[in-house]
């Protein structure tokens, strides 16, 4: 079982709906990423969290470190939204850069 | 948008053929990362270089064999590849993590890597 869950694996939602990703982890963590794929490979980091919620735009992501979990709020959802969603967690004892990826959540947003 | 490129795009190889693949950053940053991405997998690390050390080699088989010469270049030399090694190959830099702690991986756009 791998140490990051990310929930649902596969979402498709119509053009403004409100989207929720959702993350768990089993180990104590310095740091969350969420990552965002889009068709082609690239990958661009959305948020870096240690604690409470962050905004940007659309995008809103919480983390709650005493359950171990966090969430990818997309708004208004919109076609381009449409990529794979990944969850990234640095543990507390595996030195700064060894993250341990979710296996990703793709969203499909239809027009 | 990403300060980090990669060649090639895409890439066709046998298993008896050596390649080479490239990335290079513009983004100032002294640490850099090669991850393997396979289907349904999550993305695993591979090396990591910092200062143009290696810091890390993540039990990777020796057909892999990565080259820093600089801060802003990373190479992946390729050869006797088996099939299950296609997959994506990922490249990403950031300040040097023993220096900036939990710094920012900036990826570039992959080489999908298809061995025959």
């Known amino acids: 079982k791998n140490e990051v869950e990310q929930s649902p694996q596969n979402l498709t939602a119509q053009e403004g709906e409100f989207i929720t990703i959702n993350c768990s982890y089993s180990v104590g963590i310095s740091a969350l990423h969420w990552l965002q794929q889009h068709p082609g490979g690239g990958i661009v980091s959305l948020f870096m969290?240690?604690?409470g919620k962050k905004k940007h735009g659309r995008l809103i992501a919480t983390i709650n470190i005493q359950e171990k979990h966090s969430s990818l709020h997309i708004t208004a959802s919109h076609p381009r939204d449409s990529a794979v969603y990944i969850c990234a967690v640095l543990p507390l004892t595996s030195g700064t850069y060894k993250y341990i990826f979710g296996t990703g959540t793709r969203l499909k947003v239809l027009a | 948008e990403t300060g980090v490129t990669q060649t090639p795009r895409h890439l066709v190889m046998g298993m008896t053929n050596k390649k080479s693949l490239k990335c290079e950053q513009h983004?100032?940053?002294?640490?850099m990362y090669w991850y393997k991405q396979s289907a349904k997998k999550p993305l695993e690390l591979m090396f990591v270089?910092?200062?143009?050390?290696?810091?890390e080699n993540n039990s990777v088989p020796s057909r892999f064999s990565p080259e820093c010469p600089n801060s802003s270049h990373l190479f992946l030399h390729l050869h006797t590849l088996q099939p299950e090694d296609s997959a994506l190959y990922l490249c990403?830099?950031?300040?040097?993590?023993?220096?900036?702690?939990?710094?920012?991986?900036?990826f570039g756009p992959g080489t999908r890597l298809l061995v025959l």
């Open positions: 969290l240690s604690s």
């Open positions: 983004l100032g940053h002294n640490a």
């Open positions: 990403a830099s950031s300040q040097s993590p023993e220096r900036e702690g939990q710094g920012t991986q900036y």
């Open positions: 270089y910092s200062l143009e050390e290696r810091v």
